[in-house]
């Protein structure tokens, strides 16, 4: 095998031989075989998974690569040692990474569009939800297969992908006998045994936080920071991401941070303590009296709840104005990408004449994009639940969606070879999309809540989703390139893993969102009455926290409510004693129940006093949910949202990049915190190492596999944990170890009770375990990895896909 060209070199000038692939183009070792299909689907669906539970929580991903085949390379070489088969070739390997790497970038879409349903008023629908995750990955692929000659061909040597590039030279080093997963695999059993003691069995805090001011009990006053708080939730996930995206982006999260808890939130709370009615968008508690002590007033507002009514907004405008700049910026760029694309492809097809011989140049035929895409739109109109159907609207949204897919993959494409797909501004392209799609329909005059809000949101659901696996696809082509693969079977490798990854991060989500709902009566009013629709679809309230309707002692029961209730939804405004949501109604009309969700929680108790589940947090939702509400219904809190447009402006200014600092500004502090951690910990660990020579050796130093492992392990135990709900209450129980052994009874109830997050020595006890991940991943960090050969210069860290 002849060794590859500089990946990073120009391109060749006239009296310069062409590239030479690692794996010459004259021989055919073993490629697409079944064994590396099925390696790379469940690697892809296991990444998927936990790169889903990620976005959800803060709202961003990092790519699953070079961690994949790394595994990949280790899984195979035990096995041929184990068992005396045959080695497998590095065009298997690298099929294995190509199936498992769209789980990644599939896992983004989804999480930052499906849950933006709920917040619009309708159901997540099984098959709306697995429809347009199977459609927008298929639709990327599609999209990639012409431009790859454009792209990964032509632009040789001007456009980099550098994820794709260090994934070659990691292939190409685990083919002379380096990379390793060791550090994978150990961060991945620290990180489970931690996020399981940590949130199944409590034995310390999950999320210590601390107020940054005092309230005196007889008067109420605030001396302090007034609504300033100091938190963290000390996760292993979130430490390995801060050390994957680098100090420099994990720096500018935790100022956005720090601005939202301890500049906003404070004057917020300072200028609001002496007013006697809320401050929109907060109102009156509904189901409390309107008094001094309602929480409703800002002086009754703790940290979480300023974020929940004034912050979020605030951030949300900023998030927007972020990714707006980083599509202006790009503007040139995205324009030049067009039309040079569609040159390059003109070209192509006027000089290839009939289909190449050599089988480095064997891609899908075109055929294969005209009639998948025709295929497409036809699904698209037929599925119900998207609400397009075969009328002139709905074939205009299909239309749109082609439009928009080719245009966002093109420019996807293209912005991944410059700055990588972990730095491609996903956001900003559904950004761009939902805005211009809500202008035409405002302009056609469709502003139905019914049918154009989902209109519109399906449109940008399935252009997110494509724009993101285009952005991967063109990585794993790179990645092809360079080792010399051939394109057909690659293209053929990334369809089977999207479709399968696609279905099970749909039911994933699905999941997920039941496991973390529950239902209360909290703030229903008593005489609310509800019109309930003929066609309403029925739901019994989720076990186990459902009160007992028969029982009328002074001490209610808890037993599940077998009962079946219609669904309503409730939008904003439409009444005036309910908060907007999604509400279990009976026959009478008379709302009981309170759908409360992850993606949109509102109560931190639930109706026994326990915690509510953990919510789902990531910015994107919300802001995708907001922009429609605003321009189709005009309800967005306009003030709050430009103010936080033009701190993003201000921020650019001053020469910063608004986006990550827009991220902070809209997470919770608590997230922001354990990223910057990691942040710092590569900043040191770098230092300690000193700085890697190329891309790929960074990729593979032992505290970047290391904090893989970590996310891999905390996310997909924190998936596991989530769904114990569905198993019986003695389970949960039983694996309850704090409770056992620290737990004490509750003077009203009687019962033992266990709230780790209260108590100070569990605080403790959690950042001591935390500064023990941390030290390791520092440890390990600062030592240096296998020697990775050619490349070009590595980069400060990866910036994570938002």
């Known amino acids: 095998m002849s060794e590859p060209s500089q990946p990073g070199a120009p391109p060749p000038g006239p009296s310069e031989p062409p590239f030479q692939p690692f794996v010459p183009a004259s021989e055919s070792p ?25 976005v959800l929580k803060v709202g961003l991903t990092v790519s699953a690569s070079v961690p994949i085949a790394v595994l990949s390379i280790t899984l195979f070489r035990a096995f041929s040692k184990a068992f005396g088969v045959r080695k497998t070739t590095i065009l298997e390997n690298n099929i294995v990474q190509t199936t498992g790497s769209a789980g990644e970038s599939i896992a983004f879409g989804v999480g930052v569009t499906m849950p933006a349903l709920l917040l619009l008023g309708f159901e997540m629908d099984p098959v709306r939800v697995m429809t347009v995750s199977v459609l927008g990955a298929v639709l990327g692929i599609l999209m990639m297969i012409p431009l790859r000659r454009a792209f990964i061909v032509k632009q040789h040597g001007k456009l980099i992908y ?44 999950g999320e210590p936080a601390a107020k940054l001011y005092a309230t005196n009990a007889a008067t109420g006053a605030k001396t302090g920071l007034k609504g300033g708080q100091v938190s963290g939730e000390l996760s292993p996930e979130l430490l390995g991401v801060g050390f994957l995206i680098g100090p420099r982006v994990a720096s500018l999260m935790m100022a956005g941070a720090v601005l939202s808890y301890f500049v906003l939130g404070p004057l917020i709370a300072t200028f609001g303590e002496q007013l006697s009615d809320p401050v929109a968008p ?142 491609n501004p996903i956001s900003g392209m559904t950004i761009a999309t939902l805005l211009l799609v809500c202008l035409i329909f405002l302009v056609l005059g469709r502003i139905d809540p019914n049918t154009a809000w989902l209109t519109a949101l399906m449109v940008a659901a399935v252009v997110c989703i494509a724009s993101s696996n285009g952005g991967t696809t063109s990585q794993d082509l790179k990645t092809g390139y360079l080792v010399g693969a051939t394109p057909s079977k690659q293209q053929w490798a990334i369809l089977i893993g999207s479709v399968v990854s696609a279905l099970v991060i749909g039911l994933t989500m699905l999941a997920l969102n039941s496991a973390q709902t529950h239902y209360t009566m909290q703030g229903i009013s008593k005489t609310a009455v509800l019109t309930v629709p003929r066609d309403a679809p029925k739901e019994k309230p989720g076990k186990p926290y459902n009160r007992n309707q028969e029982k009328t002692n002074d001490t209610p029961g808890w037993e ?35 759908t409360d969700m992850p993606i949109a929680r509102e109560e931190k108790k639930m109706d026994n006093n326990e915690d509510a589940p953990p919510a789902f947090v990531a910015p994107q939702p919300g802001l995708f949910a907001n922009i429609i509400k605003g321009i189709l219904g005009g309800t967005l809190e306009w003030a709050l949202v430009i103010a936080g447009a033009l701190i993003a402006i201000a921020l650019e200014l001053c020469g910063v990049a608004a986006l990550p600092v827009a991220v902070g500004m809209y997470l919770a502090l608590a997230s922001s915190t354990p990223i910057f951690i990691g942040g710092m910990a590569r900043l040191l660990a770098d230092k300690l190492r000193g700085r890697p020579k ?94 990775v050969e050619g490349g070009s210069p590595a980069q400060e860290g990866e910036r994570p896909t938002m």
């Open 162 to 205: 550098p994820e794709g590039t260090a994934c070659a030279e990691v292939l190409i080093a685990g083919e002379k006998g380096g990379a390793t997963a060791k550090m994978v695999f150990v961060g991945f059993g620290v990180a489970l045994v931690h996020k399981f003691l940590t949130a199944a069995a409590k034995l310390w805090a």
């Open 30 to 54: 073993p490629e697409f075989t079944w064994p590396t299909i099925v390696t790379g689907v469940v690697l892809g669906i296991v990444f998927g998974a936990s790169s889903l539970y990620l």
């Open 560 to 594: 599940a409510d077998t009962r079946e209730y219609h669904i309503v939804h409730v939008r904003a405004g439409e009444h005036p004693d309910l908060k907007p949501g999604r509400y279990l109604v009976d026959d009478a009309g008379k709302p009981v129940y309170r």
């Open 694 to 787: 190329n891309e790929a050796e960074s990729e593979t130093s032992p505290g970047v596999l290391l904090a893989s492992g970590y996310i891999a392990g905390g996310t997909l135990c924190g998936l596991i944990i989530a769904f114990f709900v569905f198993l019986p209450d003695g389970f949960n129980h039983f694996i309850n170890l704090g409770l056992h052994l620290f737990g004490e009874i509750n003077e009203k109830t009687g019962k033992p009770e266990w709230k780790p997050d209260d108590v100070e020595w569990a605080k403790v006890v959690a950042v001591g375990m935390f500064a023990a991940l941390a030290a390791l991943l520092l440890w390990v960090g600062s030592r240096k990895g296998p020697d």
């Open 282 to 423: 907060a109102d009156w508690a509904a189901g409390k009296p309107r008094d001094a002590k309602n929480p409703g007033l800002i002086r009754n507002m703790d940290p979480d709840a300023l974020r929940a009514n004034y912050l979020r907004y605030i951030g949300a405008g900023a998030v927007a104005a972020g990714g707006i700049i980083s599509m202006c910026r790009a503007l040139p760029l995205i324009a030049g990408s067009v039309i040079g694309g569609l040159r390059d492809l003109r070209a192509t097809r006027v000089a290839g004449g009939a289909p190449s011989s050599v089988r480095t140049e064997h891609d899908m035929p075109i055929t294969v994009v005209i009639y998948g895409s025709l295929i497409l739109v036809l699904v698209l109109a037929a599925v119900p639940q998207l609400g397009l159907g075969f009328t002139p609207f709905g074939l205009l949204g299909a239309a749109l969606i082609l439009l928009f897919g080719f245009l966002f993959v093109t420019v996807s494409s293209r912005l991944t070879g410059e700055v990588g797909s972990s730095s």
